[in-house]
Nanobody, 118 residues
C-alpha cells in the first residue's frame, strides 16, 4: 500500500509557472512508476506525464516542451514543473503510482487544483 499527497496547486496567470509536488509513503517508492494526470470540468481524466522506475519519461503532446516530471527516490517525492501555462491547463492534477511489476495496480492522491486565469 502507498499513500500519495499532492501540493503546490493554485491560481496563476497565463504564461506563468507552477511546481507541483507529490509525497509518497507506505511502500518502496523506487519500485513504482510515477505519473501525473489531470481532469478538467466535464472532461475525462488524462495522462500528463510519467516517470517509470527504470528512468523512462513520457509526456502528453499538449504539454511537451512546457512541463517536466522529475523524481527523488531518496525523498519519496515526484514533481511536475509547469511553465508557460495556458488557460487550457486548468484542471485538478492527480499524482499516480503504479506497481512496475504489476501494471494495473494503481494508487491515487486526492488531487490539487490548478487554475490558469487572468
Amino acid at each position: 500500500q502507498v499513500q500519495l499527497v499532492e501540493s503546490g496547486g493554485g491560481l496563476v496567470q497565463p504564461g506563468g509557472s507552477l511546481r507541483l509536488s507529490c509525497a509518497a509513503s507506505g511502500s518502496i517508492f523506487s519500485l513504482y512508476n510515477m505519473g501525473w494526470y489531470r481532469q478538467a470540468p466535464g472532461k475525462q481524466r488524462e495522462l500528463v506525464a510519467v516517470f517509470t522506475s527504470s528512468g523512462r519519461t513520457n509526456y502528453a503532446e499538449s504539454v511537451k516542451g512546457r512541463f517536466t516530471i522529475s523524481r527523488d527516490n531518496a525523498k519519496n517525492m515526484v514533481y511536475l514543473q509547469m511553465n508557460s501555462l495556458k488557460p487550457e491547463d486548468t484542471a485538478v492534477y492527480y499524482c499516480n503510482a503504479e506497481m512496475s511489476w504489476r501494471p494495473g495496480s494503481v494508487y491515487w492522491g486526492q488531487g490539487t487544483q490548478v487554475t490558469v486565469s487572468s
